[in-house]
């Protein structure tokens, strides 16, 4: 896929995430953030020519991102982002985590798609 492709993904991904949260269908709406975030870290990842194909190449690309821009948000988001990553399987975040988590989750995919147009 490329660049593009991967960042249209993340838009829709992030798309199918309100809805799902919409519905309350939690596990489900968490994997799609997770994977909105996913996937506009690996259009970043794809433009630099970084490795991308495993979770640890992404945790090491967010902080890669990170250091380039001198700003840690660009490392703490993929964090925030795990955390729904594990809500997809587990279903243990509580609401409040949700009600706080998200828009930061949502923040961080923006801010990657952001860099991808500048």
Same mark, same amino acid.
């Given at each position: 896929?490329?660049?593009?492709?991967?960042?249209?993904? @993340?838009?829709?991904? *992030? +798309?199918?995430?309100?809805? &799902?949260?919409?519905?309350?269908?939690?596990?489900?709406?968490? /994997? =799609?953030?997770?994977?909105?975030?996913?996937?506009?870290?690996?259009?970043?990842?794809?433009?630099?020519?970084?490795?991308?194909?495993?979770?640890?190449?992404?945790?090491? @690309?967010?902080?890669? *991102? +990170?250091?380039?821009?001198? &700003?840690?948000?660009?490392?703490?988001?993929?964090?925030?982002? /795990? =955390?729904?990553?594990?809500?997809?399987?587990?279903?243990?975040?509580?609401?409040?985590?949700?009600?706080?988590?998200?828009?930061?989750?949502?923040?961080?995919?923006?801010?990657?798609?952001?860099? *991808?147009?500048?």
């Amino acid at each position: 896929m490329t660049e593009q492709e991967y960042a249209e993904c @993340a838009r829709k991904f *992030l +798309a199918d995430s309100d809805r &799902e949260f919409a519905a309350g269908e939690r596990q489900q709406a968490s /994997e =799609k953030l997770y994977g909105a975030a996913n996937e506009a870290l690996t259009a970043i990842a794809v433009r630099r020519g970084w490795n991308h194909r495993t979770h640890r190449d992404m945790k090491l @690309a967010s902080h890669q *991102l +990170a250091e380039e821009y001198n &700003e840690p948000f660009l490392a703490c988001g993929f964090v925030v982002a /795990e =955390k729904f990553r594990d809500n997809s399987i587990y279903d243990d975040m509580e609401e409040y985590e949700i009600a706080v988590d998200r828009p930061a989750a949502r923040e961080y995919v923006y801010r990657l798609l952001k860099l *991808l147009e500048d």
